[in-house]
């Protein structure tokens, strides 16, 4: 028997006042697993992950998400839709009320759905400020005293605090220093093991993509130009644009290492 993929994108299309961002995209992906989204800027990585995450509405193309047709949803089906599917956006400082305190901010999601009480979503509150390295003391500090870094942990516990079955990382990890970016990928990947989360993390940062994602889907110009297990990638790029990336991304390891 044939299952259908936990994903499903089929020919895929958006675009701005006649200009593609994306088109024809077409993937799949098993649930549980982590594809990474790599490409020049501008490719239309953000474009898909709006879609994916209903934020911007094809202008063609299909999305299947656990067996529904997310492009012939309703707006009731599409608000608890929504809950299932996080994204935490490029630049989450201004996706964030700067005056909601770090509470306010990661338990609005529970607040919003009526998940819980309001004891169960304090300690929720402080789980979640834990697990992305943020202190407990900070739960009544409103959003706009924090750092860029902080407000980036911030938006990450925030889309975690519905524990979603797809969660899109678009740039997540920008702004994060390396200790807080290795303990944020730990938990993304306790996480998936542990309750069999789907993600896909987009990121400029082929390191962390190798680190967390079984797959890679390269975009160039709207189109996704090869997709491929990481070790298939490594072992044999197909497109220049990806031996391009590969390449770069060595350069970059090597001006890095210790003389
Ligand atoms: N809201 C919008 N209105 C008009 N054009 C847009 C809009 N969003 C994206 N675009 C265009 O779509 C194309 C793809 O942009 P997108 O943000 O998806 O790229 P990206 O791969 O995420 O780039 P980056 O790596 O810089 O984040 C670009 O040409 C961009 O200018
Ligand atoms: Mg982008």
Redesign the pocket.
Known sequence: MAVDPFLSVRGLGKS??G?P??QNVTFSLERGRTLGLV??????????ARCLALFETPTSGEIWLDGRNLCGLNRRERAAMRADIQIVF?EPASSLNPRFTAAEIVTEPLLIRRLGTGKTRRQRASELMETVGLPREALQTPALEFSGGERQRLAIARALALEPKLLIL??SFAGLDLSVQAQVANLLLDLQERRGLTYIL?S?DLAMVWRLAGEIAV?DH?SIVEHASVADLLARPQHPLTRELLDAARALSLDGAPA
């Not at 490409?39 to 898909?48: D, E």
Request: charged fraction near 15%; aromatic fraction near 4%.
């Open positions: 701005f006042a200009h961002a994306i490409g020049p800027s501008g490719s239309g990585k953000s474009t898909l490029q678009d740039e987009i400029h975009m709207g």
